[in-house]
């Protein structure tokens, strides 16, 4: 079952307090410092991640198994762990990205 999580903005604005994710090449916000749940992304020229993720807002949720949920989906980002604690994956449904999170 899928929990909302948060949803992605991309942006070209540097954002106050955002962060490099060297693996992604991108600057990202912390959406749970954000009352609405909102991470802006800026992206580095290069970016690993899928121009459907750079160009549209996503919605992230997270559900129990990555593996289970990926299953018979239009996989646009196979999983990446991120840290021991989460591992992302991006699927392609109604013509917009949607971010699947594994959180241990």
Not at 17 to 23: D, I, K, R, W
Not at 39 to 63: D, K, M, N, W
């Amino acid at each position: 079952m899928r929990t909302f999580n948060h949803v992605g903005i991309p942006t070209t604005t540097k954002q106050d307090g955002e962060s490099l994710n060297e693996t992604l090449s991108v600057w990202l916000t912390d959406y749970s410092k954000s009352p609405n749940r909102i991470e802006y992304l800026r992206f580095e020229e290069g970016s690993c991640l899928p121009e459907l993720v750079q160009t549209i807002a996503h919605i992230a949720y997270t559900v129990p198994s990555i593996e289970e949920e990926l299953k018979g989906k239009k996989v646009i980002f196979p999983p990446l762990v991120c840290n021991e604690n989460l591992t992302i994956a991006f699927i392609e449904e109604e013509g917009i990205a949607i971010e699947i999170m594994e959180v241990k």
